[in-house]
C-alpha cells in the first residue's frame, strides 16, 4: 500500500507527476500567492495581475497550515514554510503599503489640481493682485502634506511593530 505521501505531485519538464509532499504543497500555496501578489506572471495566461484578497487567502492558508502541523514537521519543512510565509507576508505589506501609496498620491494630484483652480478664482474673486493670499494657502497645504507624511511614518511603525510581535 502506498503512504500517502507518494501520491501524485506536481509535474516536471516532461510532464511526468512526481510525488505529492509536503514541500510541493506549500510550493504550490507559495506560488498561488505570488501570482495573485502580482510578483510572477500567471503560468496559464501570461498576465501579471494583481488579486490581495487571493494573496491574503493563501497566505492565511499556508499559516492554518503552519499551525495545525505544529510539531509533526521535520526541521526542514519547518524552516521552508516560515520562511515561505514571512517572505509573502513582507511582499504583501509592501504591495498594499504601495497600492495605497498610489491613492493617495493620485488623490492628492487630483486634491492638487482642483486647489490651484479654486486658488485662482479665489485671487480673481478677492482681488488678491500680489498673490499674497495663494502663498499663504501653498505654505497652509505643504503644512498639511507635512503631518499626512508623518501619520504615514507612525502607521508603518506600527505595522512593523504588529508583524514583528507576530513573528515572535
Known amino acids: 500500500m502506498k503512504k500517502m505521501s507518494e501520491g501524485r505531485g506536481m509535474s516536471d519538464k516532461n510532464g511526468e507527476l512526481g510525488p ?14 505570488w501570482i495573485a501578489l502580482g510578483k510572477i506572471a500567471d503560468p496559464v495566461t501570461g498576465k501579471i495581475n494583481m488579486d490581495l484578497k487571493g494573496a ?17 514537521l521535520t526541521d ?12 509573502l507576508q513582507a511582499n504583501y505589506a509592501e504591495t498594499v503599503f504601495s497600492a495605497k501609496r498610489e491613492e493617495k498620491k493620485a488623490e492628492s494630484s487630483k ?12 485671487k480673481k474673486e478677492s482681488g488678491d493682485k500680489d498673490g499674497t493670499k495663494s502663498k499663504k494657502n501653498v505654505e497652509k497645504k505643504k503644512e498639511d502634506i507635512n503631518e499626512e507624511k508623518q501619520e504615514e511614518k507612525s502607521r508603518k511603525k506600527v505595522d512593523e511593530n504588529v508583524e ?4 515572535k
Request: aromatic share 4%; hydrophobic share 30%; no cysteine.
Open 111 to 122: 486634491n492638487t489640481q482642483e486647489d490651484a483652480e479654486e486658488d485662482a478664482k479665489e
Open 76 to 87: 526542514d519543512e519547518q524552516k521552508l514554510l516560515n520562511g515561505v510565509i514571512a517572505d
Open 164 to 167: 514583528n510581535e507576530n513573528e
Open 56 to 72: 491574503k487567502f493563501s497566505i492565511d492558508t499556508l499559516i492554518m497550515l503552519r499551525d495545525k502541523t505544529k510539531g509533526n
Open 20 to 33: 505529492s509532499t509536503f514541500t510541493s504543497l506549500v510550493l504550490s500555496l507559495s506560488s498561488t500567492a
